[in-house]
T-cell receptor, first 112, second 113 residues
């Protein structure tokens, strides 16, 4: 069975500080990977997707970047956090050309 | 750009009564539809997926799709307090090698014992 793990579960960070959120998928080779962001009370918004290792496409940047250093790993990062980065970040995977997203448990970020 | 709208924003039902949630989408080329459930500050759980007009049942959850009306609905039979959560409608369009997924803002469901 496939499992998806996100870290950290929650973080409180200062404006201007760096951020790195991680996501690992086990039990599935060559998945499509996605990062979503959800502001409090807001719509789930796709940020990035990746079809293969080393390749990441941006949908909405929000002064964030993403990388896929390994087949099973997806990283979301920024060098300088903004207050507007606060929210809930969800990593998801799908089969290649698959039509269902499977989500991790999410990472809660509070920027102060 | 696909627009996905859900109604109502919030819904309160008594335990055992039917709960009905609605979702409209704007892009008629959308080819896959699913309902997710999100308990507070948690990941999303897939409830039911539907790909063709008509009805699809998964346990107590039934989805209805009417592409001509750009409408998909979710009906929850005999809801329980543990079903209290935010329900998200997701619509996807196939692209080369992946699907573009679009989400509604959600309906917050409260089930009263």
């Amino acid at each position: 069975a496939q499992t998806i793990h996100q870290w950290p579960v929650a973080e409180i960070k200062a404006v201007g500080s760096p951020l790195s959120l991680g996501c690992t998928i086990k039990g599935k080779s060559s998945p499509n990977l996605y990062w979503y962001w959800q502001a409090t009370g807001g719509t789930l918004q796709q940020l990035f997707y990746s079809i293969t290792v080393g390749q990441v496409e941006s949908v909405v940047q929000l002064n964030l970047s993403a990388s896929r250093p390994k087949d099973d790993q997806f990283i979301l990062s920024t060098e300088k956090l903004l207050l507007s980065h606060s929210g809930f970040y969800l990593c998801a995977w799908s089969h290649q050309s698959g039509n269902t997203l499977y989500f991790g448990e999410g990472s809660r970020l509070i920027v102060v | 750009q696909q627009k996905v709208q859900q109604s109502p924003e919030s819904l309160t039902v008594s335990e055992g009564a039917m709960a009905s949630l609605n979702c409209t989408f704007s892009d008629g080329t959308s080819n896959n539809f699913r309902w997710y459930r999100q308990h507070s500050a948690k990941g999303l759980e897939v409830l039911v997926s539907i790909f063709s007009d008509g009805e699809k049942e998964e346990g107590r959850f039934t989805a209805h799709l009417n592409r001509a009306n750009l409408h998909v609905s979710l009906h929850i039979r005999e809801p329980q307090p543990s079903d209290s959560a935010v329900y998200l409608c997701a619509v996807s369009i196939k692209n080369t090698g992946y699907q573009n997924f679009y989400f509604g803002k959600g309906t917050s469901l409260t089930v009263i014992p």
